[in-house]
């Protein structure tokens, strides 16, 4: 019987916020991928001393691997041949390095490689159509370094909308925990509740909670609370996860403010909440008041979804948005109707720090990271590639943590629509370390319920990042000198090294089985998939209990 792989990583400062340390120096003991107690000595060791040192970082929201990936790809061949991406130069030990593309979608070698050369270790695919899933678990399986999973679109579903529309909760439950298990996917995913189910029967949009889908009479209030109730019950480790309707739309924080409320009292979401929180009726800041009630309601938690300068690639279900997007920019479009389940949009965007609209983008971002109360609820997304790409996140950070940087980006954008803009009238508060630990990993892990994940205390997963300190924090935060994942030492010197395979973080919830005769009629009726073969097989990794 082999020797269990052992490391201490020694001397460096540690800021693992969800064991209450924060800036500490002492010693991480790492045995058989795990953290330990102790080691004994004579252990192999990693001499960090005056480095900082945090848990693996947790991306909880991003598309990374999924077929509408694979369309955006196919859409820009243009960034292919702008940002090749070559093989990285791996031990000889660690497996073939592949080679790819970047660009804003990058293929899935170079989206694990490039993850993992920021010190992040587990992602969260962010939007899947239940048919689709076993091509978002093959590109999953593509993507090395990172630990990940994906969350089950179901808020437009044919079979669930039957349901709601008929008041059986409870089957509508039973549902979505067998669509969970088929799909091997970890959470349920709500995007624009009924609105694209609008969109492809020609109602075009449900822009208010209480309107009514045409010859359905449900509501997005009543998808919400079906689904929310479900996640609930289910006891899922991430509750459900919700991209409201009007994304994108002056006034949209009214529908968003009213979301929160029908949910009140219910554990909930809210994904890229910047695209959510406009004013109106002209464009305005709305984000004072969303975050306000964030701030007072414990069992809500939202991502941010910065909007970064730069080049960017949205990517949604949400179609009628993207058919408006593709209007009024002018810019080419890809929109695809996914039978029974759900749609999707794709257009490629430029956000420019002098467009006004764009300049007020950026500032909702960081007033919702800059307003909130607890940043173990309010964690660090740009939405990649909506908001602008995971490459971007350490120039974020330094954004947070530095009002020079801040105040120096506000003399450049446009001022047009930053009037009352509580950014632009001042914000003199600057992420910590430990803040930043926390919205980049221990609230994410906290917030999708991994317990292994986002912290380095005794039993947890053996993901490390280690960075060198600099005045320059987008540097320091671009480059980490050491990377661990699952006890492997992925990134040396700051050059990856070792491409590990990551595991599948995946949910089978328990449900009634009498569900099961009503499902194979609906799929002999309407599906041109069979019963048989929708549910995904060969997953290797068990299940998160539930």
């Known amino acids: ?28 003991c790492i045995e058989d991928g ?3 107690q102790t080691l004994p000595e004579g252990a192999p060791t990693l001499d960090v001393r005056g480095m900082v040192v945090m848990p693996g970082g947790v991306d909880i929201h991003s598309h990374l691997a999924s077929s509408s990936c694979n369309h955006a790809r196919r859409l ?6 702008v940002d090749p991406a070559s093989a990285p130069g791996l031990d000889q030990s660690a497996g073939p390095p592949r080679s790819g593309a970047g660009g804003t979608v990058p293929t899935t070698f170079t989206t694990g490689y490039r993850y993992a050369g920021l010190g ?7 939007a899947v159509a239940p048919a689709m899933a076993r091509h978002s678990h093959a590109e999953l399986d593509d993507t090395p370094c990172v630990d990940g999973g994906f969350f089950v679109l179901m808020g437009n579903d044919e079979y669930l909308l039957r349901q709601v529309a008929a008041g059986e909760r409870e089957r509508a439950r039973d549902y979505a925990a067998w669509l969970l298990g088929s799909t091997g996917g970890y ?12 969109w492809k029967s020609g109602q075009r949009n449900l822009n208010g909670l209480d309107d009514v889908l045409a010859g359905r009479g449900i509501t997005p209030r009543a998808i919400l609370e079906t689904l929310a109730d479900a996640a609930n019950a289910l ?3 991430h509750p459900v996860h919700i991209h409201c309707n009007n994304l994108g739309i002056p006034g949209n924080a009214a529908v968003t403010l009213a979301t929160m409320q029908a949910l009140a009292g219910r554990r909930a979401h809210f994904t890229h909440l910047q695209f959510h929180a406009y004013g109106g009726p002209g464009w305005s800041s709305g984000a004072r008041p969303l975050i306000e009630y964030v701030n007072s309601h414990t069992e809500l938690s939202v991502d941010v979804g910065q909007v970064m300068f730069g080049p960017a690639t949205t990517v949604t279900a949400d179609g009628p948005v993207e058919y408006l997007l593709h209007k009024s920019s002018g810019r080419k479009w890809v929109n695809i109707d996914i039978e029974l389940e759900t749609g999707c949009g794709i257009v490629p965007l430029l956000y420019k720090d002098k467009a006004a609209v764009t300049a007020l983008q950026w500032a909702i971002g960081l007033e919702l990271f800059l307003l909130s109360a607890d940043p173990w609820r309010v964690v660090l997304s740009t939405d990649h590639p909506n908001g602008g790409s995971f490459l971007s996140y350490p120039k974020l950070i330094q954004l947070l943590m530095d009002r020079g940087a801040r105040d120096q980006m506000l003399k450049q954008v446009n001022p047009k629509l930053l009037a009352g803009s509580t950014l632009a009238d001042g914000l003199a508060r600057e992420y910590t370390l430990n803040e930043i630990a926390v919205v980049t990993r221990a609230g994410p892990a906290r917030l999708l319920g991994l317990p292994h994940k986002g912290h380095l205390g005794p039993g947890a997963d053996a993901d490390v990042t280690v960075y060198v300190r600099n005045p320059d924090i987008a540097a320091m935060f671009a480059t980490p000198r050491y990377v661990v994942k699952g006890g492997a030492l992925m990134v040396e010197e700051g050059q990856l090294r070792r491409a590990p395979a990551g595991r599948r973080l ?21 599906s041109t998939i069979s019963f048989a073969n929708y549910p995904v097989q060969g997953i290797t990794d068990e299940p998160i209990a539930v």
Do not use: C, W
């Open 187 to 198: 959470a349920i995913k709500i995007v624009n509740p009924g609105g694209i189910e609008a």
């Open 1 to 28: 019987m082999s020797a269990k792989a052992q490391l201490r990583i020694t001397g460096g400062t540690i800021h693992d916020p969800a064991n209450g340390v924060d800036g500490e120096v002492r010693d991480i």
């Open 76 to 81: 820009l061949p243009e960034e292919h041949a």
């Open 506 to 526: 995946h949910v089978r919830p328990g449900y009634d089985d009498a569900v099961l005769s009503d499902l194979r009629h609906h799929f002999d009726a309407y």
């Open 120 to 126: 992040y270790t587990t992602v969260f695919e962010a």
């Open 34 to 36: 795990r953290i330990v």
């Open 235 to 237: 006891k899922l480790p």
